[in-house]
Structure formats: structure tokens, C-alpha cells
């Protein structure tokens, strides 16, 4: 099945750097949402975006929807033991029959 | 209030048999859709549904059924079960069909196939 192109796929920082990962694809959305999952458990919603050039903050975490629609990124800032986890992007495609595209992933992991 | 309920959380089968997953929305949600997580392949979607009937499919073979029920709850239904179809089993509730506010998924049924 399509998914998105995200990057990168995984990454080891220390506690309190900043954290950027983003997701590409070749075809147009028109919503990109960014999830977080810990293990076992279904992804949880951060970040919501509807339009393009949105640019969305939620307490760390900054999204930005890119202004072609093909693209994505999220933000961390001051990372903490807590956001170890899976991140997400996905997408609503204009014109087909899926709920929501899903990005491969970026596993974060953080050391104190 | 109540987030999505997937049952049960664990699921053991053997290759061939069938196998019923359960999901209850949100209240006050009436669109469900389910999707499945493997390591290989990732999150794909498989169906939505909203007023008992189904909205969007993904490309999954038919062996992948699902329905709704008058109180929104969904049910997702795999026969003639492969090794392949060892999965995370993902539902997710929102308010309407064309909406994604509010789009909030459950923790998921683990499906191992032996």
C-alpha cells in the first residue's frame, strides 16, 4: 500500500535538544496529522494541520504543513525521557477511497 | 468520557480459522475505521464505516470483512486466517464520514497467527 516517505527513521538524542523530522510524499493532501504511539498502544493525536502554510504549536511541538501539500515536518523542542516513541505523519489524499496515508515512522529515542 | 474501546487486547488463532475484533467508538461517534499495523508494511487502512454501512475500502482481500452496528460499534471480521495477517489491529471514531476532528484511535487488538 502507498505510504508516506518519512525521515528520518530513527534517531538517538540527548535529553534537551531539538528534534526535526518531516514527511514527503509525491501526491497532494489536503490534512496532514502528526501521532505519537508507545508500544502496545494506538497512536495518540499531537498536531493537526488543514491548510497549506499552517503552522501549528503544541506545547514543544511545532508542525508545519508545506505550502506544495506534498510535505511536512515536526518540530521538538527541549526533548524529555517522555517523547520516546514512534512519531507518525499521515495524510488525507485527495480523491481516494483511504481515511488516512501513514508515514513509516521516526523511532525517537532519548538519553538523559 | 470513554475513549475507543478495541476487545479483546490479545488474540491467538491458528492458520485457517476465523476471527471477530471488536471496536466501540467514542459516544457520540458514528464513524469507525480500522486499520492494520505490521512491521513490514506499516499502517494501512482496511474500511470505514458510518451508519452501518461502508464508506471506503482499502486494498485488502475479501477475506477482510467488517459491520456496523445501530449503536456505531464495529466489528472487523478476518476468515481463512494466514501467518501474514499477524497484526496490530487498529480502530479509530470520529463524529462524521468526511471529518477528521476528533479522529482518535483505540489501543488496538494484537492478532499472532501460529
Known amino acids: 500500500g502507498q505510504q508516506l516517505n518519512q525521515s528520518p527513521q530513527s534517531m538517538f538524542i540527548q535529553e534537551g535538544e531539538d528534534v526535526s523530522m518531516n514527511c514527503t510524499s509525491s501526491?497532494?493532501?489536503?490534512?496532514w496529522l502528526w501521532y505519537k504511539q508507545d508500544p502496545g498502544e494506538g497512536p495518540v493525536l499531537l498536531i493537526a494541520?488543514?491548510?497549506?502554510?499552517e503552522l501549528t504549536s503544541n506545547g514543544r511541538l511545532t508542525a508545519q504543513f508545506g505550502i506544495t501539500r506534498k510535505d511536512s515536518f515536526l518540530n521538538i523542542s527541549a526533548s524529555i525521557p517522555s517523547d520516546v516513541g514512534i512519531y507518525f505523519c499521515?495524510?488525507?489524499?485527495?480523491?481516494?477511497?483511504?481515511?488516512?496515508?501513514f508515514g513509516t515512522g521516526t523511532r525517537l529515542q532519548v538519553t538523559l | 468520557k470513554a475513549g475507543v474501546t478495541q476487545t479483546p487486547r490479545y488474540l491467538i488463532k491458528t492458520r485457517g480459522q476465523q476471527v471477530t475484533l471488536s471496536c466501540s467508538p467514542i459516544?457520540?461517534?458514528?464513524?469507525v475505521s480500522w486499520y492494520q499495523q505490521t512491521p513490514g508494511q506499516g499502517l494501512q487502512f482496511l474500511f470505514e464505516?458510518?451508519?452501518?454501512?461502508?464508506?471506503n475500502k482499502g486494498n485488502f482481500p475479501g477475506r477482510f470483512s467488517g459491520r456496523q452496528f445501530s449503536n456505531s460499534r464495529s466489528e472487523m471480521n478476518v476468515s481463512t486466517l494466514e501467518l501474514g495477517d499477524s497484526a496490530l489491529y487498529l480502530c479509530?471514531?470520529?463524529?462524521?464520514?468526511?471529518?477528521?476532528?476528533?479522529?482518535?484511535f483505540g489501543s488496538g487488538t494484537r492478532l499472532t497467527v501460529v
Open positions: 479509530a471514531s470520529s463524529s462524521n464520514w468526511d471529518s477528521l476532528v476528533g479522529y482518535t
Open positions: 501526491s497532494i493532501f489536503n490534512t
Open positions: 494541520l488543514y491548510k497549506a502554510g
Open positions: 499521515a495524510g488525507q489524499l485527495t480523491g481516494t477511497a483511504s481515511k488516512l496515508t
Open positions: 459516544s457520540g461517534h458514528r464513524s
Open positions: 464505516y458510518f451508519s452501518e454501512t461502508q464508506r
